[in-house]
């Protein structure tokens, strides 16, 4: 009896709920530097870094409605002052209230009439005030037991938290060096291939950074799976609110020549770099040989040779 083998290749893949979006694009978010004028050759590197931030700043909302504007401030405050108290035993933690709005509230009061509709007439209710409180901190899990301090206040609304680093410009003057040392090896691997000398050609240089913080790379999807079931038209069919996830989407690093801290588990500022050399070889100029030539009376063209 003759046996028969088949060999498979299996392929692990990991990706995730991501693919429930069918229409899922990801924008260009790259950084592009250009020359005006085409036709000439171009060189480019394009470098990037991901650098962790240094600290935090954290920005909650709140809102107090009261029917009195002594009321509403006495209200607003004792729920900040929960969150003040908590701050200020932590050294290493600045609290700022931003004062964001201050507006009166009003409601319909309905005007009865004996011969005629009724009449719906605004009138003061009470007032509405709009805080916000900016919370600067340095360890990243201080925000765990910060949104449980402001949840005991009730405040629930955070609004964002901003990404600072103390060292962007160190990172761009690296990102800068590490650029032009690839930019030099590859001119001189197009002179080698090209056979060009490199006094005989006009260079143009363009640079430019840009950066990107976390709060611009969140992306939201809904993972789930409709039904395949046929029904009829008269059937009644109750659906259910899906989840939207929001997710971090940084810039992918697949369009540069190198990335330096290429390995992130953490949202981070990304700054990008190019920089780019036009190549013009200089054209020769040709002497060119004037030939003047005499009309006489007769209407006979002579050839002068002057110089000749």
Same mark, same amino acid.
Request: neutral net charge; proline residues 3%.
């Given at each position: 009896?003759?046996?028969?083998?088949?060999?498979?290749?299996?392929?692990?893949?990991?990706?995730?709920?991501?693919?429930?979006?069918?229409?899922?694009?990801?924008?260009?978010?790259?950084?592009?530097?250009?020359?005006?004028?085409?036709?000439?050759?171009?060189?480019?590197?394009?470098?990037?870094?991901?650098?962790?931030?240094?600290?935090?700043?954290?920005?909650?909302?709140?809102?107090?409605?009261?029917?009195?504007?002594?009321?509403?401030?006495?209200?607003?405050?004792?729920?900040?002052?929960?969150?003040?108290?908590?701050?200020?035993?932590?050294?290493?933690?600045?609290?700022?209230?931003?004062?964001?709005?201050?507006?009166?509230?009003?409601? *319909?009061?309905?005007?009865?009439?004996?011969?005629? #509709?009724?009449?719906?007439? =605004?009138?003061? /209710? +009470?007032?509405? @005030?709009? $805080?916000?409180?900016?919370?600067?901190?340095?360890?990243?899990?201080?925000?765990?037991?910060?949104?449980?301090?402001?949840?005991?206040?009730?405040?629930?609304?955070?609004?964002?938290?901003? *990404?600072?680093?103390?060292?962007?410009?160190?990172? #761009?003057?690296?990102?800068? =060096?590490?650029? /032009? +040392?690839?930019? @030099?090896? $590859?001119?001189?691997?197009?002179?080698?291939?090209?056979?060009?000398?490199?006094?005989?050609?006009?260079?143009?240089?363009?640079?430019?950074?840009?950066?990107?913080?976390?709060?611009?790379? *969140?992306?939201?999807?809904?993972?789930?799976?409709?039904?395949?079931?046929?029904?009829?038209?008269?059937?009644?069919?109750?659906?259910?609110?899906?989840?939207?996830?929001?997710?971090?989407?940084?810039?992918?690093?697949?369009?540069?020549?190198?990335?330096?801290?290429?390995?992130?588990?953490?949202?981070?500022?990304?700054?990008? *770099?190019?920089?780019?050399?036009?190549?013009?070889?200089?054209?020769?100029?040709?002497?060119?040989?004037?030939?003047?030539?005499?009309?006489?009376?007769?209407?006979?063209?002579?050839?002068?040779?002057?110089?000749?």
């Amino acid at each position: 009896m003759g046996w028969v083998v088949f060999a498979h290749t299996l392929l692990g893949q990991v990706s995730g709920n991501i693919n429930y979006q069918t229409q899922l694009r990801f924008s260009d978010q790259n950084i592009h530097i250009g020359f005006q004028s085409p036709g000439e050759a171009v060189i480019s590197v394009k470098g990037m870094s991901n650098v962790e931030a240094d600290s935090y700043v954290a920005i909650f909302n709140v809102t107090q409605v009261g029917k009195t504007t002594m009321e509403v401030n006495r209200l607003i405050d004792e729920r900040i002052s929960r969150i003040k108290s908590f701050t200020e035993s932590d050294p290493d933690v600045v609290l700022f209230v931003d004062m964001v709005s201050f507006v009166p509230v009003y409601e *319909y009061e309905v005007e009865k009439k004996i011969f005629s #509709k009724k009449t719906y007439n =605004e009138v003061p /209710k +009470g007032f509405e @005030l709009k $805080k916000n409180l900016h919370v600067k901190y340095a360890d990243p899990d201080f925000l765990n037991t910060l949104i449980a301090k402001a949840a005991e206040a009730e405040i629930y609304d955070l609004v964002r938290v901003d *990404y600072i680093s103390d060292s962007l410009e160190q990172k #761009k003057r690296e990102l800068r =060096e590490k650029a /032009k +040392g690839l930019l @030099l090896q $590859k001119v001189q691997d197009h002179q080698e291939l090209q056979g060009v000398d490199s006094s005989a050609v006009e260079r143009d240089v363009v640079d430019g950074f840009r950066v990107v913080y976390p709060v611009e790379m *969140y992306k939201s999807y809904q993972a789930y799976n409709n039904s395949s079931l046929e029904l009829k038209r008269s059937a009644k069919v109750s659906t259910v609110d899906k989840t939207t996830t929001l997710y971090y989407q940084p810039i992918m690093d697949k369009e540069f020549d190198f990335v330096i801290n290429p390995v992130i588990v953490e949202p981070v500022i990304q700054v990008m *770099y190019e920089v780019k050399l036009r190549i013009k070889r200089e054209q020769k100029k040709e002497e060119t040989k004037k030939e003047y030539f005499l009309i006489t009376p007769a209407g006979e063209v002579k050839n002068l040779r002057i110089g000749g």
